[in-house]
């Protein structure tokens, strides 16, 4: 099964307007993610979905390949019309385009959890153990079943320890934390984007609620930590802090 990994790229921000073009290291935000998505395997190629011409002259300037679209509410609408136009790749990756330290394993597994199984759209998640991140509803947390279905997500602390003696720290054993990076395979993600949004998904607003609301498979694979998403003036100032103290590390 051919793999399309897919950057869907807007240029406004709310919270950091043109993100994706800050530069303060010598290569924009979105060229970084770019170049660390390509070392992932699994990947036959790796575009650029945007409606921005901004946005698109970036990533001619550093090599990367465009697909210009139309304007839509979300990334998953704009990684569809993208799967109905390259309809030669049978699953696609949505990849963050403000994650510049995204592992390309995490990638390689999102493409196998999809390429490999009969599951329709595969995620991530990572363990948690800090009592006040589970409590945060900006935090989503997911539940599944024992061989890695999603069951549910939800903003609220799930699964909740009725008990919690049974639970030092507060914290139940299998408590995943949601990482919103996905794939699916080319059908199943057509038919999402032109399902109006469902009840769960209207209450949380979690997208990936009309997957599991339509009978989706929806497979979860956990990585021990994942990347910091840069979504901030601090989050950037971080990446950037970082960045250059990998650059000025005397060589092993």
Known sequence: MPVLGVIPARLQSARLPEKLLLRETGRSLLEHTYRAASHATSLDELVVATDSPEIAAEVKRFGGVVEMTGEHPSGTDRLAEVARRRNEFDVLVNVQG???????????????????????????????????????????????????????????????????????????????????????????????????????????KLEQLRALEAGCTLRVCEVAAHACGVDTRADYNAFVARFHARETRPAP
């Open 98 to 204: 403000d994650e510049p330290e995204i592992d390309p394993a995490a990638i390689d597994l999102l493409a196998a959890a999809v390429r490999d199984t009969d599951a329709e759209m595969a995620t991530l998640c990572s363990p948690m153990t800090d009592l006040d991140a589970f409590r945060d509803p900006a935090n989503v947390k997911v539940v599944c079943d024992p061989t890695g279905r999603a069951l549910y997500f939800s903003r609220s602390p799930i699964p909740h320890p009725r008990d919690a003696a049974e639970h030092p720290g507060g914290v139940p054993e299998n408590a995943r934390l949601h990482i919103g990076a996905y794939s699916y395979r080319r059908d199943f993600l057509i038919r999402l984007s032109e399902l109006p949004p469902s009840r769960l998904e209207r209450v949380e």
